[in-house]
């Protein structure tokens, strides 16, 4: 069963600011959840080979060469900040931080 | 005499071709049923009436210049069409039925809409899911619930309930939906359409927005099996954009839905019945429809007997680990970085599915759910293709109950999964089937799905459109006593 730090670690993973109503009200459906994928356990699968794709394709290769594409311009049109050309994202590092 | 908006493909595109009517007329009455019925049903997200009848008018002119060698090129040229919400449109609103991409314009087309456009088909608007495809009745939807046209106090399903609801109310000709496990077969069959799953591969996946990639298959809901059997081969083949595409060629469908074929061919098929499909807790009007359709088979001639198959129980699990962990990761591009807003406005099912996803893969947890889920899968596979050495075809229910109330899916931890357990199995497979209606409980449709092994649509499609036949002729032959 999930404790509520578990839930916490698995909502920083998935990158939600979760209030602490919404904490446990997730733990709780997780659960519930969880507790019904256990009937797995009434199946032997130690002698199965895990399927990832049901195509059975194997290597499904381009040709190496140049296409048209999007044009830059359609590519930043749903982008909340853009300057210059470029997208504008949250800073991976403080202002003043320097090399430990 | 059926209004213009009424008509199947079938009987649109011989109209056309003999200049009954134009396409901008059935446009016209289709736009029309819209604006009267889309404000109680709430199957559209978004309309586009301005460019449907642009393209109507395009399509007239073909035809006026060309005649019926119009439709060499472009098959369903002139026909209206309402796409699902998940599909990207080139310069059309996108939204998933989702508050994050509430304003979301896709720079490029999908495959499929690319090559309905191709084909001349008209598009009239986006249709309302569950957002993201997160469900099995549209209350999942960050903008509206649809309602069922059988019965407005009534869910259409989901999650491709809009699309379903749009064509049981003849707001279009036909429409396009998609499936993770049942998103098409279910909401058919709650609103009475036809809504066929082809083979996982079969439908190029470019530009839908995805949810379980392993599983997600677009596909027709329309008003008669021959009328999938149009869009098939329409949408069908391999897209070099979607590797998962296969390069089998795409052959003429529409060949198996004629009753010269099924005629001399399908009596020699055999038909499985799955016996655990018929699960505890059934309403038992959807069994007794579902057999009645079965006898029908049985005394046109069919072989028919039961086949066993692991119980779908199963899948549930299988299904709820393999989605949800995909569904994780594949929704990890919502970043608000390049496109929509923060990731705090998911809606609660998004997220929902977004945090078991993320433990079912992570690291620690893998191995005992993820990969123990793939094993079950290979299983279940397994399963199928020994069933399908002796059958042709296996036949069963797709829900255990007909259409539920408005407010069913609150408050319930899977919902969707649940509704869904009699898709999962095949969804899982990758095998195709189709949904078709096969009586009423009370004022609300029931539906029998037909599904048969991978790439093997022709089966599907030829078993059903007789079944089609035998089940309109029972009709009639009810009147006349």
């Known amino acids: ?100 | 005499m059926k209004k213009l908006n009424e008509l199947s493909i079938t009987e649109t595109v011989k109209g056309l071709k003999s200049h009954d009517f134009s396409s901008t007329e059935v446009t016209k009455e289709c736009v029309w049923a819209i604006t009267k019925n889309d404000k109680q049903i709430h199957a559209f997200v978004t309309t586009c009436f301005e460019g449907a009848l642009k393209e109507a008018q395009e399509a007239d002119e073909k035809i006026t210049r060309n005649g019926e060698k119009a439709f060499g090129k472009h098959p369903l040229l002139g026909v209206p069409f309402a796409l699902k919400d998940n599909f990207c449109t080139k310069g059309l609103l996108t939204t998933a039925s989702s508050n994050i991409i509430r304003n979301f314009i896709p720079p490029y087309e999908s495959a499929v809409s690319q090559r309905l456009k191709d084909a001349g088909a008209v598009l009239l608007g986006k249709t309302n899911l569950d957002a993201f495809a997160h469900g099995s009745s549209t209350e999942s939807s960050d903008f509206l619930t649809t309602r069922n046209p059988h019965n407005h106090s009534r869910l259409p399903g989901g999650s491709s309930g809009g699309s379903a609801a749009a064509v049981a109310a003849n707001m279009c000709i036909f429409a396009i939906g998609s499936e993770t496990a049942g998103s098409i077969r279910q909401p058919a069959s709650w609103c009475g359409v036809v809504g066929f799953k082809p083979t996982y591969g079969r439908v190029s996946r470019y530009g839908v927005i995805a949810m379980a990639s392993s599983t997600d298959s677009p596909g027709p809901i329309t008003k008669t099996v021959a009328d999938s059997a149009l869009v098939l081969n329409v949408i069908s083949g391999k897209d070099i954009h979607d590797s998962t595409t296969s390069d089998l060629p795409v052959e003429d469908y529409s060949k198996y839905t004629d009753s010269k074929y099924t005629a001399s061919k399908n009596r020699k098929l055999k038909v499985g019945v799955a016996k655990s499909y018929f699960i505890k807790g059934m309403e038992p009007e959807v069994k007794s429809g579902v057999m009645n359709a079965v006898s029908l088979l049985k005394n046109s001639g069919y072989e028919v007997s039961d086949v066993d198959l692991i119980d779908p129980k199963y899948s549930i699990a299988v299904f709820t680990i393999i989605q949800r962990s995909e569904v994780s990761s594949n929704l990890g591009r919502f970043d608000g970085i390049r496109y929509g807003y923060s990731r705090d406005e998911f809606g609660f099912e998004a997220k929902k599915r977004i945090m078991l996803g993320t433990y079912t893969l992570s690291a620690g947890y893998y191995d005992k759910y993820y990969s123990k889920a793939q094993k079950v899968r290979t299983l279940i596979i397994n399963d199928f293709n020994k069933a399908f050495k002796t059958f042709d075809v296996i036949v069963g229910p797709i829900t255990p109950c007909v259409a539920l109330e408005v407010g069913a899916a609150k408050g319930n931890a899977m919902f969707g999964e649940l509704q869904d357990i009699l898709n999962e199995p095949s969804a899982m497979a990758g095998i195709t089937a189709i949904s078709i209606p096969c009586g009423f409980s009370h004022d609300l449709p029931i539906g029998i799905q037909i599904m048969a092994n991978r790439f093997e649509e022709g089966k599907v499609l030829s078993v059903s459109s007789d079944l089609e036949r035998l089940l309109k002729a029972k009709v009639v032959k009810k009147t006349v006593k």
């Open chain 1, 1 to 100: 069963m999930l404790s509520i730090d578990a839930v916490k670690k698995v909502s920083k993973l998935a990158r939600f600011n979760l209030s602490d109503e919404e904490q446990e009200m997730f733990q709780k459906l997780l659960n519930e959840a969880l507790d019904y994928i256990e009937i797995l356990n009434e199946l032997d699968t130690s002698n199965t080979e895990s399927t990832s794709q049901v195509t059975g394709l194997v290597n499904v290769f381009d040709k190496d060469a140049a296409v048209d594409s999007l044009t830059s311009k359609d590519a930043l049109k749903n982008a909340p900040k853009t300057k210059r050309g470029l997208i504008v994202t949250e800073a991976v590092i403080k202002k003043g931080t320097t090399n430990p």
